[in-house]
């Protein structure tokens, strides 16, 4: 046998007991910000994700991203039992080979959220859309169908949110408009103050309300919300879904308006509901918000930065995407965020981190390098096992 026929068999056994070792590595712990490989040894990409827990099992939704930040593939879905251990379950929502369709290859699909529709039977999937070449003007959310939470789903279509209807914490006043607001120049206190009290709302009553970074709630009693950033980014809305969980009732309402938050992270703990949000700094992260109410519509009530200690003030160089309820495990929440890299969107990183509830009922994240879950579980109660 040649020596480079010896050679290239060797190289490739190197390569074959690399991938093989690479398979057979068990996560026991989480590393915040490392790579982090599923269990075929390939890296997770699944970004801006949304989780659903059913039977023992998780499932992780997230964006399939290429060095940019434009829908090549679609939505991805993995599976755990342990929330440590990923199984690439393929891709739940497709990009669409139809130039015409909403959701075609060069499109902005993000922030995928799935929920559970006891009556229907089925599987329903929100998400953040943007229409190929438009940018970032469209500002719609769009839903899709399955049979199965692995997919895959089937798009329906998209909403500019809450066409022709009017919030509920809005007055009679705020309903009429001021023939000259529409001329005011942005970050002046005449634009401010008109923001506030519903420039963009008026603006796009018959339309519908712009709809970007969002995820979606099922409350105890069945009832689901669709939560999403809007009039510009400035303002949050919260939208009550209908019974199938595929349309908007008449029921929203305006959450911190001009506030400037987006990536909202809702989850509920004892008689309050929790929001993590973000400020707008595009790409850049900055100081994590966090707020607490007693009813997902509202009045809610602003906490602070939930982050605390060394880079708290960028929520730990993230951006908030969700917090799960840790299944069987009480006053249990993992804070999920995700560490972008605009240079190179499929390297964005994942920073998990335990949520702990205070004695003052306000939700803590603090950094740890490595942590898990010990045998008493971390809550509001017992610390966290880690480094």
């Given at each position: 046998?040649?020596?480079?026929?010896?050679?290239?068999?060797?190289?490739?056994?190197?390569i074959?007991?690399?991938?093989?070792?690479?398979?057979?590595?068990?996560?026991?712990?989480?590393?915040?910000?490392?790579?982090?490989?599923?269990?075929?040894?390939?890296?997770?990409?699944?970004?801006?994700?949304?989780?659903?827990?059913?039977k023992?099992?998780?499932?992780?939704?997230?964006?399939?991203?290429?060095?940019?930040?434009?829908?090549?593939?679609?939505?991805?879905?993995?599976?755990?039992?342990d929330?440590?251990n990923?199984?690439?379950?393929?891709?739940?929502?497709?990009?669409?080979?139809?130039?015409?369709?909403?959701?075609?290859?060069?499109?902005?699909?993000?922030?995928?959220?799935?929920?559970?529709?006891?009556?229907?039977?089925?599987?329903?999937?929100?998400?953040?859309?943007?229409?190929?070449?438009?940018?970032?003007?469209?500002?719609?959310?769009?839903?899709?169908?399955?049979?199965s939470?692995?997919?895959?789903?089937?798009?329906?279509?998209?909403?500019?949110?809450?066409?022709?209807?009017?919030?509920?914490?809005?007055?009679?006043?705020?309903?009429?408009?001021?023939?000259?607001?529409?001329?005011?120049?942005?970050?002046?206190?005449?634009?401010?103050?008109?923001?506030?009290?519903?420039?963009?709302?008026?603006?796009?009553?018959?339309?519908?309300?712009?709809?970007?970074?969002?995820?979606?709630?099922?409350?105890?009693?069945?009832?689901?919300?669709?939560?999403?950033?809007?009039?510009?980014?400035?303002?949050?809305?919260?939208?009550?879904?209908?019974?199938?969980?595929?349309?908007?009732?008449?029921?929203?309402?305006?959450?911190?308006?001009?506030?400037?938050n987006?990536?909202?992270?809702?989850?509920?703990?004892?008689?309050?509901?929790?929001?993590?949000?973000?400020?707008?700094?595009?790409?850049?992260?900055?100081?994590?918000?966090?707020f607490r109410?007693?009813?997902?519509?509202?009045?809610?009530?602003?906490?602070?930065?939930?982050?605390?200690?060394?880079?708290?003030?960028?929520?730990?160089?993230?951006q908030?995407?969700?917090?799960?309820?840790?299944?069987?495990?009480?006053?249990?929440f993992?804070?999920?965020?995700?560490?972008?890299?605009?240079?190179?969107?499929?390297?964005?990183?994942?920073v998990?981190?335990p949520?702990?509830?205070?004695?003052?009922?306000?939700?803590?994240?603090?950094?740890?390098?490595?942590?898990?879950?010990?045998?008493?579980?971390?809550?509001?109660?017992?610390?966290?096992?880690?480094?």
């Open positions: 046998m040649h020596i480079k026929s010896v050679y290239f068999l060797l190289v490739a056994f190197a074959s007991a690399l991938t093989n070792a690479q398979q057979n590595i068990k996560n026991t712990s989480f590393l915040p910000g490392k790579v982090w490989y599923d269990m075929q040894g390939d890296t997770i990409n699944a970004h801006g994700a949304g989780f659903y827990y059913e023992g099992v998780y499932y992780w939704y997230g964006e399939h991203k290429s060095r940019n930040s434009l829908a090549e593939v679609g939505v991805r879905v993995y599976s755990s039992k929330l440590l990923w199984k690439n379950e393929g891709v739940a929502l497709e990009v669409s080979k139809e130039a015409s369709s909403e959701i075609t290859r060069g499109s902005v699909i993000e922030r995928p959220k799935v929920i559970y529709n006891e009556k229907t039977g089925k599987y329903v999937l929100w998400f953040h859309l943007e229409l190929k070449g438009k940018g970032y003007e469209a500002a719609r959310t769009g839903v899709a169908v399955s049979d939470p692995v997919g895959p789903f089937r798009y329906l279509k998209s909403y500019r949110p809450n066409a022709g209807v009017w919030p509920q914490n809005f007055n009679s006043q705020q309903k009429k408009t001021n023939s000259n607001e529409s001329s005011y120049k942005w970050w002046t206190k005449k634009w401010s103050e008109a923001l506030v009290n519903g420039l963009y709302v008026r603006r796009d009553f018959e339309e519908g309300q712009m709809s970007r970074d969002m995820t979606v709630f099922v409350d105890d009693d069945g009832k689901a919300y669709h939560i999403h950033s809007s009039e510009e980014n400035q303002t949050l809305h919260i939208s009550l879904l209908t019974e199938d969980y595929l349309d908007f009732t008449d029921t929203w309402v305006r959450v911190q308006p001009g506030g400037q987006e990536a909202p992270a809702v989850f509920k703990n004892g008689d309050y509901y929790y929001m993590i949000t973000s400020g707008l700094t595009g790409w850049d992260p900055n100081a994590a918000r966090s109410a007693r009813s997902m519509l509202g009045p809610w009530q602003s906490l602070g930065n939930p982050a605390k200690g060394k880079g708290a003030e960028v929520t730990f160089n993230s908030s995407t969700y917090v799960l309820p840790v299944e069987d495990r009480k006053d249990t993992i804070f999920m965020a995700d560490r972008w890299n605009p240079k190179n969107h499929q390297d964005g990183r994942y998990w981190l949520v702990i509830i205070n004695n003052e009922g306000n939700p803590e994240i603090k950094w740890t390098d490595e942590w898990n879950f010990n045998e008493k579980s971390y809550s509001t109660e017992n610390e966290l096992g880690g480094k």
